[in-house]
Structures are given as structure tokens and as C-alpha cells.
């Protein structure tokens, strides 16, 4: 018997199986607390906002620190088995390739979050709203559209490609970096990995202070619009837009070996 | 089915465990591993699946790298570990979640020996006591078919009539392509069930021999303090001792423990 | 003092079955479990049923139809016999020989005790 040992759609399928199989009583479960308290929320916010001033931007607003949060907190729970070895065991003698069980892991936290989430709110937005709307016709800021949502804070609604790039990929770091945390790390990846971070950000800031203070570069600030020796606004947010690519490229990289050489 | 040449491995930041070690296992063989606590009894045999990367030497199993974890030696290779983990769902459903990915998987014989194990289908694996839990993943272990078995400790844990159960569960249900690693520290457990004795001893294989083989060189006997002069390996034991002679006549059982006691002591019986 | 020594396990199963044809259990002509059905009554390597196997099947007790199974052979009771009754006077007799002189028991001692035996066997 011939056995595909790179990548076969049929064993990916079987993983969603085997997830769904396993977490069939807790996914309603944590569904139905997670609506829950959006829905708890929204009553709350509307209801200090007095009923009246609720609008587009207020869901969009939430929404948005909602899908971090709750996104970030997500992804840094991936490779659940990693946390303990006997969980490990099972899971890597798993029969499926380490690159099924990698897209697995990608498409069950990152991509699924990235688009079921914004389904869900908008789902729950529109019908807490609608019924908020029955029991208050005077309220009529209830529809939520997340067009509007966003039109009412970016102002001119126009986006510069790397601009564009930059903020998908600073969105994706956000979901790569507790990811990569969660495969590399064994015990505590969130701690760890935020660590990671601030220990990073904290270097370069130090970095691009003692070399500011110690070169005597007058008026060029590492932090602010004219980094070091890019005075163009346009060029930074390029290559910030191609920094974060490479940034979110090796973090996956990070998480994948994790997974290839992992031990237990 | 296995070979390992010259294999080195060592725990990160810890002193060397495999320095040299060199072993051949062919299929057909239900083999004992041995070997003292801390002698890296459960560390050979996580390299076997891939568990553990070794730092150099030749280590291959039905001709992969362990190490790689390519699906065709995974869904050939099922591992009992001493300590285990289930989900909180019932056995039919874990059945369903993990028996997809065993191409040779044997439904039939997994109910049956589930039966002969008294665990029903609808029974919660979180709730079940850790004896049960190792008794279900042995029996997930035989009907997965896998050529390779590896069982680490299967019979602790166990009670009474489940290691009588355990051992003609194993001696039934195998196929001559099949090879079963087991090693253990309950040496009368697995007595008659083994073939084939491997002692591991300060980072190598001291010992490597099937049990017609000692049977054939070896015999066990009780004996007087005079009889004593002859063996090989004695212990005292209430009522005179226990020797290993050199078999001058009928083939006698294999005390294991004493055979693993004489060998690790340095004694060889050719 | 003299400890009995327990033979090695393929051997106390050819004993096993050898019993069983004298006790007309698995008569001449008979099928006799497949070793790994007998493997898996006992709990006991296949590989040592299997030898136990070639050896009852070397003394001529079993037949090996190929891809049918083994079968008690016609002669298997007066080879068994024979083997036995060798084994008795070769193992068994000298060491009870050895208990009767050590503790003086005499032959005329023995007789009433043989006679009786041997009515309860008929029993």
C-alpha cells in the first residue's frame, strides 16, 4: 500500500473529523458563552450609552478590540497538545504529516478566527440590535454594517497599497506571534511570548537610543515618522510593510519547526 | 524491522545515555527489553517512534528515520506509553476520532477484545480507572495491526485476571509480520509471553538472545550450597538456592530474574 | 535434599497434550488446536507453541497437514508411552529411588502402599 507521506487533503479532513469528534460537547459550549457575553456586553455599552448615541462606529470599536483580544488569546492556545507530554505523545505519533497537522493548526485558529469571528458579530450585532430596536422602535441606530463601521473612522476610506500591507500584516502578527509562541513555547506561551516581545521592542528602543544618543544624531528620532536615514513617509511604510512580511514569514517558520522537531 | 547502529543520544544539558548502542530486531517476535531504572528503557523505545531525535548513529525502523515522522512508519507503529492521556468522550467516539487515520485498523478484533476486557463502547475514557484506561489503549494497540508495537510497563496497573488476559490477548492475536517491544520491570508478567530477552544496561545492549536460546545453553534449578560450585550465577534463596547452570541435560524454564541479575552482574553464558 | 526443577515451558506443554491423548481427550486421528489458538488459551508465545509443535511431530505423536493443521497421529499413544516410561526410569525413578534409601523405606513397606494406589486408581 502506497501511502502519501508529504500532504493529502483526506487526512486534513480527518483531523477537523477527529477535532470535532473530541470537542463535540465543549464547542457549542464555548459558542454559546462567547455570544453570550457579546450580546451582554452590547446591552451593557447601549444602556450606559442611554440607549441613544449606540452607533456603527461603537460596534466597530468593540469589534475591534473584541477580534484582538479574544484573537490573540485564541491563537496563543494553538498546538494544545504541547502542553503537557502525554498529550504531545499522542499527537505526534499521530499518523498525519507534520505539514497537515501545521495547515491544521492554521486553518483551526488563524483562519477560522479571522473569518468566522466578524461573521459572528456581525450576526449577534444585528439581531441583539434588531431586538433591542422592537422593544425601543425610538432606537434606530441599530443596524450594524461593518462598511459603515469602518467608513465612519477611516475617514477618507482610501488605502496606499503598503499601507494596506502594512496593516494586514500587522493584523496577521497578531494572530502569527502567539501562534508561533504557542508551538515554541511548551508551558505558559502567552506570558512567554508577550515577554519575547517586550524584551525585543524594549532592545531596539534601547538600541536606537544609545545609538541616537551616542552618534549625536540631532533631529533624526528612531521613533516617529523620520526613522533613522528614511526621511520619506512613503519608503518607511514600505519597508515597514516588507519588515512585517519577513517578521510574520519567519515567526511561521518558527512555529513549524517547532512542530517538526519537537520531542516528548 | 529494526536496526540501530552505533546510536548516540543524550538528554539536552544531561550526561550521555546511548553512547554506542547497536541492536537488530526482526518481525515475529513478541521481544522483552530489560533493564535496570534509569537504563533508558522508555528512551529507546520513544526514538523507535520518533519521539526522542537521536544525535548520531543509524537508527531505522521497517527502513524509515524514526525522526522524520512520515505517516507511513507513524500508521505503522502504535506505542503504549506508562503514562497516557484520553479526552473526556466515550469510547465509540474516540474509536471514531482516531481509528481513520490506521489503514489496517480491525474493528472486530477490538470489540473483541474489549469484551474479553469488560469495557462497553459507552463508557467515558476520563472516567475510567487508569487499569481500564491501559487496558483499552492495549487493546486499541493490537487492533491498529501495526507491524510495531511498543509497550511500555502494559502490565502495570493492571489487575489480577487482566494480565492473564493481557498475555493471551497478545499471544492470539499477532501476526508472524508483526514485532512487539515490551519492556518491563514485571518480568513474571510477561514470562512465557516473550521470545526473546534484551538487557540494556549502562548505555548499551549487554544482552541479546531468544529464550530457546538460554534455554538451550542455561538451565535454572534449585539447589544445595554444593551444587552451588557449578553455576554460573547463584542467589540464596529460603531453603537453599536458586543457580543457573550450564544445561547438561532438559531444558528448564527461563527464571528470568535471576538470568537478568546474573547478567548484569557481569556474568555471560556464551 | 533435592528440589524438583520445573522443565522449560515448551516442554510442559507437549507434556500437556501428550495427557490429554492418553486420556483419549484428543483421540488418534484427532485435530488439535492451532498453535496460535493455543497460544492465546495459555498466554503463551507462539513461538514456543510451535516448537512444542515440531517436537511432538519429530517423535511422530502429531501430523501436520499442510495448510489444515495438526492432527494425533495413529501410533501417537505407544509412542508416548514409550517416551514417557524412558523419561520415568531416566529422571523420575532414581530421584524417588534416592528418597527410599534415605529415609530406609524398604520394598516389603512399598507393596501394600502400591496395591492400594493402584485399587483407587480403578476407582
Redesign the interface.
Known amino acids: 500500500m502506497q501511502t502519501n507521506n508529504s500532504f493529502s487533503f483526506h487526512r486534513l479532513m480527518l483531523l477537523f473529523k477527529q477535532k470535532l469528534i473530541i470537542n463535540k460537547r465543549r464547542y457549542p459550549l464555548a459558542l454559546a458563552a462567547f455570544s453570550g457575553s457579546l450580546i451582554i456586553s452590547f446591552v451593557f455599552a447601549q444602556t450606559i450609552n442611554n440607549f441613544g448615541n449606540w452607533s456603527n462606529m461603537h460596534y466597530v470599536t468593540t469589534f475591534i478590540s473584541v477580534f484582538v483580544i479574544v484573537g490573540i488569546a485564541y491563537s496563543a492556545f494553538s498546538f494544545p497538545p504541547f502542553r503537557s507530554k502525554e498529550k504531545s505523545m499522542v499527537y505526534l505519533m499521530l499518523p498525519a504529516t507534520n505539514s497537515e497537522k501545521f495547515v491544521f493548526e492554521i486553518l483551526s485558529r488563524i483562519v477560522a478566527f479571522i473569518v468566522l469571528m466578524p461573521i459572528l458579530y456581525w450576526i449577534l450585532a444585528n439581531l441583539e440590535g434588531a431586538v433591542f430596536h422592537y422593544y425601543f422602535p425610538e432606537l434606530t441606530n441599530y443596524k450594524f454594517s461593518f462598511r459603515d463601521g469602518f467608513l465612519a473612522i477611516v475617514k477618507d476610506g482610501k488605502f496606499e497599497f503598503w499601507a494596506l500591507i502594512l496593516t494586514l500584516q500587522g493584523i496577521l502578527f497578531m494572530f502569527i506571534a502567539p501562534f508561533a509562541g504557542a508551538g515554541y513555547f511548551s508551558k505558559s506561551p502567552l506570558v512567554k511570548t508577550l515577554l519575547t516581545f517586550s524584551i525585543i521592542m524594549l532592545s531596539y528602543f534601547l538600541f536606537a537610543f544609545l545609538l541616537d544618543k551616542s552618534l549625536n544624531l540631532e533631529g533624526l528620532h528612531p521613533v516617529g515618522k523620520n526613522l533613522i536615514f528614511f526621511k520619506d513617509g512613503q519608503t518607511v511604510i514600505k519597508l515597514m510593510g516588507i519588515g512585517m512580511v519577513i517578521v510574520n514569514l519567519s515567526l511561521l517558520a518558527i512555529a513549524w519547526f517547532s512542530l517538526k522537531e519537537k520531542e516528548a | 524491522m529494526i536496526q540501530i547502529k552505533d546510536l548516540h543520544f543524550a538528554y539536552p544539558r544531561q550526561e550521555v545515555l546511548f553512547s554506542n548502542l547497536s541492536v537488530r530486531l526482526e518481525a515475529?517476535?513478541?521481544t522483552g527489553l530489560l533493564g535496570k531504572n534509569g537504563a533508558g528503557k522508555t528512551s529507546l523505545l520513544?526514538l523507535l517512534?520518533?519521539?526522542?531525535?537521536p544525535i548520531s548513529g543509524e537508527l531505522s525502523v521497517m527502513d524509515h528515520q524514526p525522526r522524520k515522522?512520515?505517516?507511513?512508519l507513524?500508521?505503522d507503529?502504535?506505542?503504549v506509553?506508562e503514562?497516557?492521556?484520553f479526552?473526556s468522550?466515550s469510547i465509540r467516539?474516540y474509536v471514531?476520532?482516531?481509528t481513520?487515520?490506521?489503514?489496517r485498523f480491525d474493528h472486530e478484533l477490538l470489540d473483541r477484545i474489549l469484551i474479553e476486557f469488560e469495557l462497553g463502547n459507552e463508557r467515558k475514557l476520563q472516567r475510567l480507572s487508569h487499569g481500564q484506561k491501559k487496558k483499552f489503549l492495549i487493546a486499541f494497540a493490537m487492533a491498529t495491526r501495526c507491524r510495531l508495537l511498543v509497550l511500555d510497563e502494559p502490565t502495570n496497573g493492571l489487575d489480577i485476571p487482566s494480565k492473564?488476559l493481557?498475555?493471551?490477548?497478545?499471544?492470539?492475536?499477532?501476526d508472524e509480520d508483526q514485532l512487539v517491544v515490551i519492556s518491563t520491570h514485571q518480568v513474571k508478567d510477561v514470562e512465557?509471553?516473550?521470545?526473546k530477552i534484551i538487557i540494556l544496561d549502562n548505555g548499551e545492549v549487554i544482552f541479546h538472545q531468544t529464550?530457546?536460546e538460554i534455554?538451550q545453553k542455561v538451565?535454572?534449578?534449585?539447589?544445595?550450597s554444593e551444587e552451588r560450585e557449578a553455576a554460573i550465577y547463584s542467589e540464596a534463596v529460603p531453603?537453599?538456592y536458586r543457580l543457573m547452570v550450564p544445561n547438561g541435560y532438559?531444558?528448564?524454564?527461563?527464571d528470568i530474574e535471576l538470568l537478568f541479575n546474573a547478567i548484569t552482574n557481569g556474568h555471560k553464558i556464551g | 535434599m533435592e528440589f524438583k526443577n520445573t522443565k522449560g515451558i515448551f516442554l510442559q506443554i507437549a507434556d500437556s497434550i501428550s495427557e490429554k491423548v492418553m486420556e483419549g481427550k484428543y483421540p488418534p486421528g484427532e485435530k488439535i488446536p492451532s498453535v496460535r489458538d493455543l497460544a492465546a488459551e495459555m498466554g503463551v508465545n507462539p513461538n514456543t507453541v510451535m516448537r512444542t509443535y515440531s517436537e511432538l511431530q519429530t517423535r511422530g505423536i502429531i501430523d501436520n497437514k499442510r495448510g489444515v493443521g495438526y492432527y494425533v497421529s495413529q501410533d501417537a499413544v505407544p509412542i508416548i508411552r514409550q517416551w514417557k516410561r524412558k523419561e520415568f526410569f531416566d529422571t523420575d525413578l532414581p530421584l524417588i529411588v534416592r528418597q527410599i534409601k534415605i529415609l530406609g523405606i524398604t520394598l516389603e513397606e512399598l507393596i501394600p502402599y502400591f496395591e492400594s494406589t493402584q485399587n483407587s486408581d480403578k476407582l
Not at chain 2, 517512534?49 to 531525535?53: K, V
Not at chain 2, 515522522?69 to 507511513?72: A, I, K, P
Not at chain 2, 512465557?192 to 521470545?195: A, E, H, K, V, W
Open positions: 515475529g517476535s513478541i520513544k517512534t520518533g519521539l526522542l531525535h515522522r512520515e505517516v507511513s507513524l500508521n507503529v502504535f506505542m506509553p503514562e497516557f492521556f479526552p468522550i467516539d471514531k476520532a482516531y481513520p487515520f490506521y489503514p492473564a493481557f498475555r493471551k490477548i497478545l499471544a492470539g492475536s499477532l512465557n509471553l516473550i521470545d529464550i530457546q534455554s538451565a535454572f534449578i534449585s539447589g544445595t531453603g537453599g532438559e531444558e528448564t524454564e527461563v
